[in-house]
């Protein structure tokens, strides 16, 4: 596969890299959502009084989960693809620098690495918003209980987005995913802090 052969997000579709990207993916959403959720019940129940200061902290989380994603999969494809390509050039007794293969693995790297961080980014900017409208449409607590529903949404979402790819009943692995940030909340309310 050359490295113009189609855009990131046909790319992303690709046997080659979509399972492994999907995987990053839905696994750091999966974290960003829950996070969220931590966040924001702990926001509430720690007595911060305005939407944007709970904002605030999500996208301090949000940063540094999203900086881990990326980071961390750069770093673990790239250590991968070296293993690969020295292994393929023992066998074929040939320097792979410089050629499509090295550069189809590097795009792979790239594409892994953005699908990781862009999971917790998304898992945990959007059951933000509701914060935006503390003061004007919610409540502090209603805005904390949107923001927990959203990120259940989120979490449903993944379950049955994945249980589609495995030919699984969509809703119940939706509900087994969203079941987590449910959890998450109540631990959150029930531990002494």
Do not use: C, H
Not at 68 to 80: D, N, P
């Amino acid at each position: 596969m050359s490295a113009d052969s189609g855009s990131l997000r046909e790319r992303i579709g690709t046997d080659v890299i979509g399972p492994i990207a999907r995987r990053y993916f839905v696994s750091n959403g999966f974290d960003g959502a829950l996070t969220g959720v931590g966040v924001t019940v702990g926001a509430y129940l720690s007595g911060i009084d305005d939407g944007l200061t709970v904002i605030s902290l999500g996208l301090g989380a949000a940063v540094g989960l999203t900086t881990s994603g990326v980071w961390s999969v750069w770093e673990i494809e790239r250590a991968e693809m070296r293993a690969e390509i020295q292994e393929t050039e023992e066998a074929m007794l040939t320097n792979l620098s410089d050629t499509q293969v090295e550069r189809d693995k590097m795009s792979n790297q790239v594409v892994n690495a953005l699908m990781s961080g862009l999971g917790p980014l998304l898992g945990l900017v959007v059951p933000l918003t509701p914060f935006l409208f503390e003061g004007a449409v919610f409540t502090l607590f209603e805005a904390t209980l949107v923001s927990v529903g959203i990120a259940v949404g989120v979490l449903f979402a993944f379950g049955a987005y994945m249980a589609s790819i495995s030919r699984q009943r969509w809703y119940v692995a939706g509900i087994r995913m969203g079941l987590a940030g449910i959890v998450v909340a109540v631990l959150n309310v029930f531990l002494p802090g």
